[in-house]
């Protein structure tokens, strides 16, 4: 075997974690984790007034939606399954539609106190995004419960490339036939994209705590994006202009990464408030709906399918066409979205992509 090719291998395998257990005996956790195909949707009227999240219905919804999603008999029951004491955890926050829409508080202290009630320390639970700008400027380090702690894998973006390494596994990464507009095709670091020390070293599971959001190049933000372009660098290659996108295969290929398939075990999305178009930033906030609904899924794939679909019933409720048929206007540039990155993601084993296969069960509180 030639040094590139073990080399590549080596990129493509993942490091014995360096804290805990990927899983916890007799439970396959990860992607697409022990209940693939599983989706649990729970809607309440009363989740938001005017815009605002009501913290006494969320908890509402994610105790049940967690109940129903693992059939445990209380919360802190389903909290247990996926996770013990001696856990390291991070939870991936989604900063990019701010103002208008990113992971709310509200939600993050109930995830804060169902892993605390399964016996994690709140020194171990951490909140992260990739960039320190973003999570700053989101406000999300002003109301993190006490003595949860925070972190990033880029301080600041160094150059257009992507490509700062400090806090990136230098061992650990995806490599694609793919470079940024400036990038150098004959440089091997060009072509990869680094997992952040954050997920390879640091914590032994992850929770996504993604929305339900529009995204121009991807065609749709959920649970599987929250991953691909939040724990690697040198993603801007992945859509490079309006029409040299490559969304479609990028996604899937990050999360089809061992590490992330082993130590992701649970997606907990907020679609209490939801965007329909506009996105990924702040042109969303011309496009938000009170969708009342969280989901909860071990599956990314399937979360995504169903998230998706309910973008485009909104978007056909007003008089627009759906994702993978729609044309680039002045709020979404691109020239064709990409949301065949769930499909593929299906076909590689990340989930059930199929919509008539998803066990989507919807529950009304309130």
Wanted: hydrophobic share 40%; charged share 20%; proline share 6%.
């Amino acid at each position: 075997m030639d040094l590139q090719r073990r080399q590549l291998l080596k990129g493509m395998l993942v490091a014995a974690p360096a804290v805990g257990a990927a899983q916890s005996p007799g439970k396959k956790l990860g992607i697409p984790g022990p209940f693939p195909g599983r989706v649990i949707a729970v809607e309440h009227p009363g989740s938001v007034i005017q815009g605002k999240h009501q913290r006494e219905p969320v908890a509402a919804m994610v105790s049940k939606g967690m109940c129903e999603l693992t059939g445990a008999p209380s919360a802190t029951e389903a909290w247990r399954f996926f996770f013990e004491p001696g856990d390291v955890v991070g939870i991936k926050v989604n900063p990019v539609g701010q103002p208008f829409l990113i992971s709310a508080p509200e939600v993050m202290h109930e995830i804060v106190a169902g892993l605390e009630s399964a016996g994690v320390k709140r020194a171990n639970i951490w909140a992260y995004d990739r960039y320190e700008r973003e999570f700053q400027s989101g406000g999300f380090e002003k109301w993190l419960p006490d003595g949860v702690r925070w972190t990033s894998a880029t301080v600041r973006a160094v150059d257009g490339l992507q490509l700062d390494m400090d806090r990136y596994d230098r061992d650990m990464y995806m490599e694609m036939a793919l470079v940024a507009a400036k990038g150098d095709p004959s440089n091997p670091h060009h072509r990869r994209s680094y997992v952040a020390n954050f997920i390879s070293k640091q914590v032994n599971k992850v929770v996504t705590l993604g929305v339900v959001k529009h995204h121009q190049s991807a065609g749709a933000t959920i649970a599987l994006k929250n991953i691909s372009h939040g724990f690697v660098n040198n993603v801007a290659r992945s859509h490079v202009s309006s029409s040299n996108n490559a969304c479609g295969m990028f996604i899937p290929t990050v999360v089809d990464l061992p590490v992330f398939r082993q130590k992701v075990v649970l997606h907990v999305i907020d679609g209490i408030m939801a965007a329909y178009h506009g996105g990924p930033g702040r042109k969303v906030g011309r496009y938000l709906w009170e969708n009342k609904t969280m989901y909860f899924a071990t599956d990314p794939v399937a979360v995504d399918t169903v998230g998706l679909a309910v973008i485009d019933r909104k978007r056909g409720q007003m008089g627009m066409e759906p994702i993978a048929a729609a044309k680039p206007d002045q709020d979404s540039l691109f020239v064709r979205m990409q949301p065949e990155f769930i499909e593929i993601a299906g076909l590689l084993g990340l989930g059930v992509g199929d919509e008539s296969k998803i066990d989507l069960k919807k529950i009304a509180l309130g």
